[in-house]
């Protein structure tokens, strides 16, 4: 069984993610400085010898140097990051440090102390906006924000490591949903903020016609491609979509909350969204071929869970 660090490990990708190695019986040190993230994520974590939890921010000067140099782990799982694409437009100096420097840090602590993997958080946003579907690794990467530069510079970075012996894994996640996603922006998760609205009797409102559609993907399946990913033997490095291959739309999603809530009120339409994409999909084959991984989680499945759960 290894020893994984785990940044952003009190986040909503970071905190399954650490349940998963944790049940795995790996032992693991998670770093976060709790800004975007939550000690009651990390409830069940707490209660286990095989977790420790430091507070600490990962882009700080020396900060994970320490941390690597003293637990010294085989792997690192790197979540830490500013997850908000319309944060990173407000403020792109904070993403650069969020984002880039943090990434810069890891990369140093894995040399300096023979890590021997780095699974990284990239995005769908590398693409931005095509409309050549499903999008497979090969597309162009085109990112429309300083959040999705951030991801594909700290993609570079890592995957820049290669030659000295470090095997970095990219996981560029499409739209995650699940327990422990925070709805508490309007640019938050469509699915974190139609559950809580679903869940206190208010309507949703769709922005659009509701036919847009995206490749939403379980966070437990998420936090299954990390451990792959990080403790898996034979694991060749590179990067891959985490995705599920299958499109839905909003009207699906919402006939879905309908069949747990039917006397919710009918979604409320709004214009769509000032710079939305109509349609997101990932091709999900690199994934299933580099790591054995492919997506179990169906969004049915995956949205009764977040109902029962929440
Ligand atoms: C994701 C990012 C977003 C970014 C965009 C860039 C997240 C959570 N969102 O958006 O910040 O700008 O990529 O490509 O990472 N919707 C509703 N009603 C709501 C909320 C959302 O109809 O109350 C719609 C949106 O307008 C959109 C769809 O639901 O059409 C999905 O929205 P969202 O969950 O934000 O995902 P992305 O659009 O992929």
Redesign the pocket.
Known sequence: MGQILVTGAAGFIGSHTTDRLLAEGHTVLGVDNFRSGHRRNLAGALTQSRFRLAEADVAGAGVLDRLVAEFRPEAIIHLAAL????ESIRDPELNHRLNVTATERVAAAALAHGVQRIVFAS???IY??TADLPIREETAKAP??P??EAKLRSEDILLGLAPRGVTVRCHRYF?VFGPRQDPAS??????S??ER?YREGRG?????D?R?T?DFISVHDVARANVIAAVQPGITPGAANICTGRATS?LDIVAIFARHYPQAPAPRF?P??A????H?LGSAARAEVELGFTARVSVADGLAELIRVS
């Open positions: 997850v908000s694409v319309q995005s769908a946003a931005g906006d429309i924000s959040y999705g739209n309007p640019y938050s998760g469509v699915i903020i139609f609205r949703v409102t769709i922005y659009g509701g847009q995206r909003l709004e769509a969204r710079g939305d994409i109509i997101s």
